[in-house]
């Protein structure tokens, strides 16, 4: 039909397990009206930025402790004692907290 895209659907083998491959299909057929719906086109762009902006932050504060807090802890006279607590004072505990 014109002014629509059309989504293949993944395949699926008809093997011995014909209810699991039923149940697989029922599985994409609901994901498949669903991304019609631009409501829930909407609802999967926001939970995608959510993702992948928690993604990155994770990442970032990876960086920040294994390059920057590990580099300035190994090389003390860049930074003083007390300006380091004072940078990453929570950075473990926070980094921790992130990757749960």
């Keep these: 039909m014109p ?5 293949a659907l993944p395949s699926f083998s008809h093997d011995q397990h014909h209810k699991t491959d039923a149940a697989k299909w029922k599985g994409v057929n609901i994901v ?4 019609h ?14 993702i992948t902006s928690e ?12 390059h920057f807090m590990k580099s300035l802890s ?16 929570n950075m473990n505990k926070i980094v921790e907290a ?3």
Excluded: P
């Design 3 to 7: 002014g629509t895209t059309s989504t």
């Design 32 to 35: 498949y009206g669903l991304v």
């Design 37 to 50: 719906d631009k409501s829930y086109i909407c609802l999967f762009q926001c939970l995608f930025e959510i």
């Design 55 to 66: 993604t990155s932050y994770v990442k970032s504060l990876d960086i920040v402790q294994l």
């Design 74 to 89: 190994e090389n003390r006279s860049l930074v003083s004692k007390q300006d380091f607590n004072r940078l990453f004072s």
């Design 98 to 100: 992130a990757h749960v």
